[in-house]
């Protein structure tokens, strides 16, 4: 399991007069859930400490410099995926990368309104048939729900930061190619547009 962590502030000129509880949503608004009503528990619970001292009350307004520490308590754990049987074209795999061609309707991972029946359920278990656990597989890109295309996935940390970079580089090129029903007032035409 893992350990609580101490997340450090330090109260800058807009966070002076403002309640704690405030001024920490902002502050910790990349922490996934968190809401006032947490925080307010977390201080009310002592975790939350302004200058040293255990903060008292939510209400509590802060001054510029304060030095506001919070014990973070551990996330908690993700469920683990589960592989599902589901027919998906694997265009390339190799033991840091899959290439899937992802076809429209299919959401590429599990999601709030999405527990499963996605690509990365289906994709694990068509890794599993090689014998072998396919470790952490991670999107280095995206494709909408009802959008097409080849997806590359990552097969761990090391791999996904590594494509991810090389894709945000000048080596790497993506095309589009947009299909439109209807009358367009055009027969051919080419959209050339910095994305």
Excluded: C
Excluded at 18 to 29: F, T
Excluded at 73 to 102: F, G, N, T
Excluded at 168 to 184: D, F, N
């Amino acid at each position: 399991m893992t350990e609580k962590t101490t997340h450090r502030i330090r109260a800058h000129r807009g966070d002076a007069r403002e309640r704690l509880d405030l001024a920490l949503v902002r502050h910790l608004e990349e922490i996934p859930g968190l809401s006032r009503t947490r925080i307010q528990e977390w201080i009310a619970d002592g975790m939350v400490r302004v200058n040293g001292a255990p903060a008292r009350r939510a209400s509590e307004r802060l001054a510029a410099g304060d030095e506001v520490e919070i014990d973070l308590p551990p996330p908690p754990p993700r469920p683990e995926m589960a592989a599902q049987e589901i027919p998906l074209s694997i265009l390339y795999k190799d033991e840091h990368l899959v290439a899937v061609d992802k076809p429209p309707g299919l959401v590429v991972h599990p999601t709030y309104g999405h527990h499963d029946g996605t690509l990365l359920n289906a994709l694990l278990w068509h890794l599993r048939q090689d014998g072998k656990e396919p470790g952490t597989l991670g999107p280095v890109s995206r494709l909408d729900k009802w959008t097409s295309g080849v997806l590359v996935v990552a097969r761990g940390g090391e791999a996904h930061a590594k494509l991810a970079r090389a894709l945000r580089s000048t080596i790497s090129e993506k095309e589009y190619l947009a299909v439109v029903y209807g009358r367009t007032g055009v027969d051919r035409g080419r959209i050339d547009l910095w994305v």
